[in-house]
């Protein structure tokens, strides 16, 4: 069977990851979380003090920093590795996530990552979510999925997510987080989050889990049968 690029954009905490990671593993593809790059991307910036609009202090930190995708066979996923070190625990706190937008709207961090990204999709074989994954980064994918779901079922899922972690955390904390990072996310100037014109629509509030599975499974099996 003849390998396929299969990209899934939405909002955050719409079930992109898990769609996705779910997609990889039973076609037994390679799953990327686009977002983990942008997320790095900040904690670089964020621990050495990198001054945003300035330009050339962007450029020159973009050369320090090296993004791997390394298997961990505890979790059986995949950690980011930001200069050999294991970050994917250390992107998904609260700091982070309130950074990341402003960030990822820089065009210079866009192009350092796009160019990853697409370099990950050479050899096909790959589901890759994100908010420009359909529209920028593949617009040729076989596949685009463009995940919705309302903002309060949104924010539970988040909320359980990060309560876990950190139980401090508040309901309200991360509904105004996600709120103003869609916000910004489909705002910005530069490959702003939007539904590609030739992307298939998943609206995902009153599905489970197994059923947003099934549903995407069977889309992409069609889309590979028609391109093998
Ligand atoms: O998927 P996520 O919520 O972990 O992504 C974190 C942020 O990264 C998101 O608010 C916007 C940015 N992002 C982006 O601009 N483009 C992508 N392809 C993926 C994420």
Known sequence: MKKIIIAIDGQSSCGKSTLARQLAEELNYI????GAMYRAITLYFLRNHINLP??????????NISL????NQHTGRSDM????????????????????????????????????????GEKKGIVM?????????????????FVTADTAIRVQRRF????????????ED????????????????????????????LDTTNLTRGDQFKKALRLAKEKIKQHS
């Open 31 to 34: 799953f990327i979380d686009s």
């Open 54 to 63: 300035h330009k050339t202090a962007v450029q020159q930190a973009l050369k």
């Open 174 to 201: 991360v509904k105004a987080n996600l709120e103003l990072r869609d916000y910004i996310d489909t705002n910005r100037a530069i490959s702003p989050l939007q539904k590609a014109e030739d992307a298939i629509l």
């Open 68 to 71: 791997e995708f390394v298997f």
């Open 129 to 145: 979510d994100g908010r420009d994954i359909g529209t920028v980064v593949f617009p040729d994918a076989e596949l685009k999925i």
């Open 81 to 120: 590795y930001l200069n050999d070190e294991n970050v994917e625990s250390l992107i998904r706190d609260m700091l982070v996530s309130e950074n990341v937008s402003e960030v990822s709207a820089i065009k210079e961090v866009r192009d350092f990552a796009v160019a990853q990204q697409r370099k990950m």
């Open 160 to 171: 359980k997510e990060l309560y876990e972690k950190n139980p401090t955390i508040t309901l």
